[in-house]
């Protein structure tokens, strides 16, 4: 008879093996077009410098997780009230995510089965408001987000939206705006929030017009959700009635959303928007590399690491604006920031984006505040150190990506397309060089 700890010791060598087995089986044999794509997304991760600020590189431990089985479960409901059976290990998977969000954000109430931040978003609109209801957020072109009344979204169409904006002056909130805005509008909800915005948002003035007027106040903080749990950028858990998020961004989880609250009446209201209002059974293998995540930003590790984040955007910024180029604001208190090309002549950001991805670096094109051009277009750039700074990039490292990414641009913008060749493959190899110094995976 074995003792209990050879069975748990064979128990735990099974595993090992089905899991090593499992992510190194047989994809390339039964599918090799997927395969091959997958194979090839992992090269471009590996060698290229990823700046976009709402990505992230996960650990193995989050990626085992998110492939694990639970894939293959239903589990619709909540902990203890599930509308099928063989939910016991479903449980115990969400009430740890559960447990761990409630103390990374010391918050009392948590939903960590929202697909995505526009879910979220999606499900406290359904709890609180009726169609055509009045809500102000910011624009997408000041830097806020589509969910947040853009009018070709749900929020836009089935509600009333007013938008605030920055004062193009600074480039930073106009918060006076935003109160004459919401005298004028009466909205039912005010959100804040940012996709674009770099700097510090002050809540409790939005707590305070929303006071004035008797709304209710939603954040979104999707993008610093990592730094609010590193205690590194303002927390509106106690001063917001709703905050949603992202696990992706800089808090460096899995693809999904979350919803929190210190009101238990709207946490009753939340948890029926989101089932039975707006979803089915939720994605017990994304909430399992959800724990994971949590599990990792609870580690005094994290709160080193987001500092890294924070410091590593500085010394981008300022690189870049020490070769000429204009960054919105003057800089950054976080992890992203956008940069003006429209002193780089006839260069939009929609060309920027792919004259620098041939570079070897990646980014996303971004309105700039009084945009002239399209947003397909734009006039600038975001870029974002949360990837970078989860490779093990340091400021030496974001020194050398700013003066890669202005060779490429003043090049660009004084040779053109084809005068930039050159530089494009130089910096290349050095992206190549430096990425096999900090490789992932």
Same mark, same amino acid.
């Given at each position: =008879? ?11 060598? /099974? ?89 990374? /954000? ?29 809500? =102000? ?49 009466? *909205? ?87 089932? *039975? ?22 580690? *005094? ?141």
């Amino acid at each position: =008879m074995q003792s209990s700890n050879s069975s748990s010791n064979s128990l735990h060598n /099974f595993l090992h093996n089905f899991l090593h087995n499992f992510f190194h089986g047989d994809l390339s044999n039964c599918d090799s077009q997927i395969f091959a794509s997958i194979s090839s997304e992992l090269s471009r991760q590996q060698q290229q410098i990823e700046l976009i600020a709402s990505e992230n590189i996960v650990s193995k431990a989050v990626l085992q997780a998110q492939g694990s089985v639970f894939t293959n479960k239903y589990a619709e409901g909540y902990p203890g009230k599930r509308y099928y059976g063989g939910c016991e290990f479903s449980d115990q998977i969400e009430s740890l995510a559960i447990s761990r969000l409630c103390q990374l /954000f010391k918050v009392k109430y948590v939903n960590v089965q929202p697909h995505s931040g526009a879910s979220a978003n999606l499900a406290v609109y359904l709890a609180l408001l009726q169609p055509k209801d009045t809500i =102000m957020g910011m624009s997408l072109a000041a830097g806020g987000h589509l969910t947040h009344g853009a009018l070709r979204t749900i929020s836009g169409m089935w509600l009333n939206p007013v938008q605030y904006g920055i004062d193009t002056t600074t480039g930073l909130i106009d918060y006076n705006q935003v109160r004459e805005l919401a005298k004028q509008h009466r *909205p039912k909800l005010i959100i804040a929030g940012i996709s674009s915005y770099p700097r510090i948002v002050d809540w409790q003035k939005f707590r305070d017009i929303a006071d004035e007027i008797g709304a209710m106040f939603m954040v979104d903080m999707a993008h610093i959700a990592g730094l609010v749990a590193a205690g590194l950028y303002p927390s509106p858990i106690d001063i917001a009635d709703i905050v949603t998020s992202t696990t992706h961004k800089t808090l460096r989880g899995p693809r999904g959303g979350i919803i929190m609250t210190n009101n238990e009446e709207l946490a009753k209201k939340i948890n029926s928007a989101v089932f *039975p209002g707006l979803q089915g059974g939720p994605l017990m293998h994304v909430i399992a590399a959800k724990a994971v995540a949590f599990g990792e930003a609870l580690q *005094p590790s994290f709160v080193d690491y987001s500092k890294k984040i924070i410091e590593n955007a500085d010394i981008l910024a300022k690189t870049l604006i020490s070769r000429g180029l204009n960054i919105v604001t003057g800089g950054t208190d976080c992890h992203l920031m956008v940069a003006d090309l429209t002193t780089l002549a006839n260069v939009t950001g929609k060309d920027a984006e792919h004259i620098l991805e041939s570079a070897g670096l990646t980014c996303n094109k971004n309105a700039i505040p009084n945009d002239p051009r399209s947003p397909f277009v734009t006039s600038g750039l975001r870029f974002g150190t949360a990837a970078g700074t989860t490779r093990g990039f340091g400021k030496n490292e974001f020194t050398l990506i700013g003066n890669y990414i202005a060779d490429v641009l003043q090049e660009f913008a004084n040779k053109g397309l084809e005068g930039s060749k050159n530089i494009c493959e130089q910096v290349k190899q050095k992206v190549q060089d430096l990425c096999k110094n900090f490789p992932i995976y």
